[in-house]
């Protein structure tokens, strides 16, 4: 039962130009939302989360957008930089407990 | 470097023979959860402490998988007679407790069972 979704494994983007990741979501408990970026041989470091009652928070260079009623979230990188190239994992929870993991998508930029 | 802390960074080890993980978290914070994760996958949640107490355990959790915070500062993860489908990237997280906190997570101990 895969109740976060990331259904691209894999994005390419050019250096300069906007990344978007995408996450989907089953179970409309969840009520906090963060994004994870994960180098090799490291542990996913946190990078932007989201709470419920919001549909948008900015933080930089990074912005996520939350769409209840399609329970979709995503991921906004612009511009985007060569060290931006990692493994993005979005992650859900409810009452701040557990996280719910995606596959991840890994985002390459290109120079 | 005052971050999540995970000792040690690999172990290898045989079939049948038990291991034990430690994770020091972020000093003030007073929860801890472990994971684990396994290739192509994201992370899966295994347990988790508020201060001492474990307050929920995964079914990923087998009776072979224990975690203690005795004193609610580092936690140890024990596997005992490990298998090969254990082979996986262990991870502690810390979080503080209430409102809306990240966790942070360590780097990581990758298990390899030959």
């Known amino acids: 039962d895969q109740q976060v979704k990331q259904n691209s494994p894999s994005l390419s983007v050019q250096e300069g130009r906007i990344s978007i990741l995408n996450c989907d979501y089953t179970n409309s408990m969840f009520d906090y939302f963060l994004w994870y970026k994960k180098y090799p041989a490291e542990g996913p470091t946190f990078l932007i989360s989201?709470?419920?009652?919001?549909d948008k928070n900015e933080d930089g260079r990074f912005t996520v957008f939350l769409n209840k009623s399609a329970k979709h979230l995503s991921l906004h990188i612009v511009p985007s930089q060569p060290g931006d190239s990692a493994v993005y994992f979005c992650?859900?929870?409810?009452?701040?407990?557990?996280?719910?993991f995606g596959t991840g998508t890994r985002l390459t930029i290109i120079p | 470097d005052t971050g999540v802390s995970q000792d040690p960074r690999h172990k290898i080890t045989k079939r049948g023979q038990n291991v034990t993980f430690r994770c020091d978290p972020i000093?003030?914070?007073?929860?801890l959860y472990w994971y684990r994760q396994t290739l192509g996958q994201g992370p899966e949640f295994l347990t988790y402490?508020?201060?001492?107490?474990?307050?929920?355990k995964s079914r990923l959790l087998s009776d072979r998988f224990s975690a203690e915070r005795p004193k609610g500062s580092f936690s140890t993860l024990e596997i005992q007679r490990t298998e090969q489908g254990d082979s996986a990237m262990y991870l502690c997280a810390s979080s503080l407790n209430g409102g809306r906190e990240p966790q942070h997570f360590g780097d990581g101990t990758r298990l390899s069972i030959l």
């Open positions: 402490f508020q201060n001492e107490a474990q307050l929920e």
């Open positions: 992650a859900s929870t409810f009452g701040n407990e557990k996280l719910t």
């Open positions: 000093s003030e914070h007073n929860r």
């Open positions: 989201i709470s419920s009652i919001k």
